[in-house]
């Protein structure tokens, strides 16, 4: 028999681990992304971190100050 409580735990679990392995996957596309635009490697890591630690408003910010 399937037990009700198991569930209840597993079920938020993977949707927490989908999310930090977004953020992950984010920073580091951030990260590359501004070192493919010539960026300096301080400001990629400035980026990346401040995408790993502020996961939406550091995406958003770096997308709207990052250089077209």
Do not use: C, H
Request: glycine share 8%; proline share 4%.
């Amino acid at each position: 028999m399937s037990d009700p409580g198991l569930s209840f735990f597993f079920i938020p679990l993977i949707i927490i681990l989908t999310i930090f392995i977004l953020n992950i996957i984010t920073s580091i596309w951030a990260y590359r992304d501004s070192q493919r635009r010539g960026n300096s490697k301080e400001y990629g890591l400035l980026i990346l971190f401040g995408t790993l630690f502020f996961p939406v408003i550091g995406l958003i910010i770096y997308l709207i100050i990052r250089q077209d």
